[in-house]
């Protein structure tokens, strides 16, 4: 017999709350200011129903399009069959919270104007986009006064 597949099916985990954090929900998820243009991560927050957002797109990252006095517009693209779809959800602000997907990237761009600036001064010239992890340095292990040793696994025993 197969099982139900309601609106709410298969999140018992998603929406629950964490761990140590049930209960009231901190003034600062109210007294936040969200304006259009800002990214922000949906995050359902189970202890509020209203203004909840379907599972599909719990733990994705959208565009505020619409900010209105409880709620906010999200823009996030959905994968349907082979492309994405632009989707435009309506949720309360308890299930969202900024993101952190930029905040390398602006402290990078930060960070580049401040070495391209010194570099400037300097009359030098500077390396400023991201470089992969190089293989490690080459060893030589000595045999000479380093013996190899010989490692056993101990037997096991029962102590009864």
Do not use: C, W
């Not at 998603?14 to 949906?42: C, H, N, W």
């Not at 359902?44 to 209203?50: C, T």
């Not at 082979?82 to 435009?88: D, L, S």
């Amino acid at each position: 017999m197969g099982h139900s597949g309601g609106l709410r099916s298969g999140t018992r985990y998603a929406f629950q709350r964490p761990f140590r954090e049930k209960g009231m929900i901190p003034i600062s998820t109210y007294l936040r200011t969200y304006r259009v243009g800002d990214i922000v991560d949906i995050q359902a927050n189970g202890a509020v129903q209203k203004g909840m957002p379907f599972k599909i797109y719990h733990g994705k990252t959208g565009v505020i399009y619409n900010v209105t006095k409880t709620a906010v517009g999200v823009i996030v693209y959905k994968r349907v069959g082979n492309r994405y779809m632009e989707k435009r959800v309506n949720l309360r602000i308890e299930h969202i919270r900024p993101s952190r997907s930029r905040e390398e990237f602006l402290r990078r761009v930060k960070s580049n104007a401040e070495r391209r600036r010194k570099a400037k001064e300097d009359g030098t010239h500077v390396h400023l986009k991201r470089q992969p992890v190089g293989p490690r340095e080459a060893r030589t292990v000595e045999a000479k006064n380093n013996i190899p040793e010989t490692i056993t696994p101990i037997p096991y025993e029962t102590t009864i």
